[in-house]
């Protein structure tokens, strides 16, 4: 009577791989920045300004990636902006989906007053354009790494509330639910136990997706200046400068154009891949 | 003396009009009560009524759910999920949907008996087993072990049957369980439905819209229209001698697979007119 339905396996497939691939060693990088980064960030050197990487003629041994017009090394200070673009994806991300989600989740299982306030509070919050309220608040709040943090949370936490909220008024639909209900579990341990382990996989994805926004929103309030101090390597900041002298050293754009690209499309590979893999409804 | 006895239930959607009109049932002790009707006419509104599952949307107006002679919507909300919880248990339509995808099966046979009527865990899993190969379960430990995706519908059938008798429970609400299987497995569902109530001595209110499976299965049987009871009687008298016209064309709709060249029959235009106007009449009664 037990058909072949358990033995159907799921293989990560190569974009999980290549995805984590990345993640890992950029978070290994980013850790080891003190000790790999071959220069200082910081230095400056204008007798060293705009060197090419290395396999152009007039590359500097030591400086792989090139320096920037002041003379800064490009590779460390892409490792060290690697610091700053993980730990906010990190500790944004997470906060942004702790309180989106738990919002999600209650409007949408225990509906009533609950679901009215935040669904009202979501479609408001959803009328600001995301951007330049990031900017305002981070103009408002003063640059800084709370400042970025902040702004990512209160910009974003309604995609996971919105989303969260869908799924968990179709699983709150199903017989299963009504089952827990009649054996005489309460609400809130119907929402955890019953309906919150089925939200997960979807939690999931949103979380991956969500680091790489944050990455970008980091990225893009540095290219305006708002991230934090104003010489600090940041991924942002290089591509601003990168912009003025793409003409004269394509390679001060180029990457840690590159490294932003890579980790916000790994971010959200590695989502999908996650999910391809774990998600109970889909197996 | 009965077991549940239901006294001029009157459910209405809030803001909306009534979906049971002074619906009143009793369900004697180890009795199959079946009630039938056709989509929207509030037969499983009563199972959820019962079962305090009812959606938000609808409230219960006036009338009486007793079990084993206590009011159970007179009681506090906390104390009447107990109490159901304890004594009454569901099995439910749609298998597919009935397990929850994200636990493995034993834990969620088992759980129920450990959180909330506080069993030991040892004692609640010997029970699971016990349940799985009653409802003949080839290999119980391994089913336990799956989860429900890897399983087939009939399987989850049988699994929500055994865990619905689980906790020895004293009603079962069977909500259209057989709806949602194909034929073949229909029957053995049914089958294994009636030996295990049986068995258990459970009194069972069995809502379902095929008056094969309620000949097969029940005892008595209510027939609804439009959230009122046309017809209360045991399934003998109702298929030898039914009192209503609705319930007469009711049964004469019934198709019969034996001849292909009888088109399936309608319920007459004049059959519902009566009905309605009999709705009707009730309605002016409780408005006046």
Known sequence: MLDGRGAIQHRAGPRLWLSALWLGLLVVLALGAPWIAPKDPLAQDLMLGRLPPFWIDGAEPGYWLGTDSLGRDVLSRILWGARLALTVALVAGTLTCLIGATLGLMAGFLRGASDLVISRLVDIWMAFPPVLFSILLVAVLGPGLFSIIAAIVLIDWTRFARVVRAEAMTQGAMDYVASAQVAGRGRIGTMALEILPNVLPTIGVLLTLEMGIAVIVEAILSFVNLSISTDAPTWGGMIAEGRTSVHQAWWVLVFPLLALFLTVLSFSQLGEGLKDRFDPVLR | ?288
Request: proline share 6%; with cysteine.
């Open chain 2, 1 to 288: 003396m009965s077991y549940l006895s239901i006294r001029d239930l009157e459910l209405r959607l809030k803001g909306g009009g009534r979906l049971l009109r002074r619906v009143s049932l009793e369900v004697a002790r180890g009795e199959v009560h079946g009630l039938v009707g056709e989509s929207g006419a509030g037969k499983s509104m009563i199972g959820k009524a019962v079962l305090g599952t009812l959606p938000r949307s609808v409230e219960i107006v006036s009338g009486q759910i007793l079990l084993d002679g206590t009011d159970v919507l007179a009681m506090h909300p906390a104390a009447r999920r107990r109490l159901i919880g304890a004594t009454c248990a569901l099995i439910p339509q749609d298998p597919l949907t009935a397990l929850n995808p994200a636990h493995r099966v034993g834990p969620q046979i088992t759980d129920r008996l450990v959180d909330i009527l506080r069993w030991p865990r040892a004692k609640a899993e010997a029970r699971a087993r016990e349940l799985l190969a009653e409802v003949q379960i080839a290999e119980p430990e391994r089913v336990m072990r799956s989860y429900p995706h890897e399983l087939s519908g009939g399987m989850r059938q049988r699994i929500l049957i055994a865990s619905a008798f689980a906790a020895e429970p004293k009603l079962i609400v069977a909500d259209e369980p057989t709806t949602a299987l194909d034929v073949t497995v229909q029957k053995q569902i049914l089958k294994l439905i009636k030996a295990m109530q049986e068995r258990h001595g459970t009194a069972l209110l069995f809502v379902t819209h095929d008056l094969g499976v309620v000949s097969k299965i029940c005892q008595r049987l209510s027939v609804l229209y439009a959230g009122m009871v046309v017809e209360d009687t045991d399934v003998r008298t109702f298929f030898r001698a039914p009192r209503h016209p609705y319930s007469r064309a009711l049964l004469a709709a019934t198709p019969k697979y034996t001849d292909p060249t009888h088109s399936l029959t309608p319920v007459p235009e004049a059959v519902i007119a009566t009905v309605r106007a009999e709705v009707a009449e009730a309605d002016r009664r409780a408005g006046a």
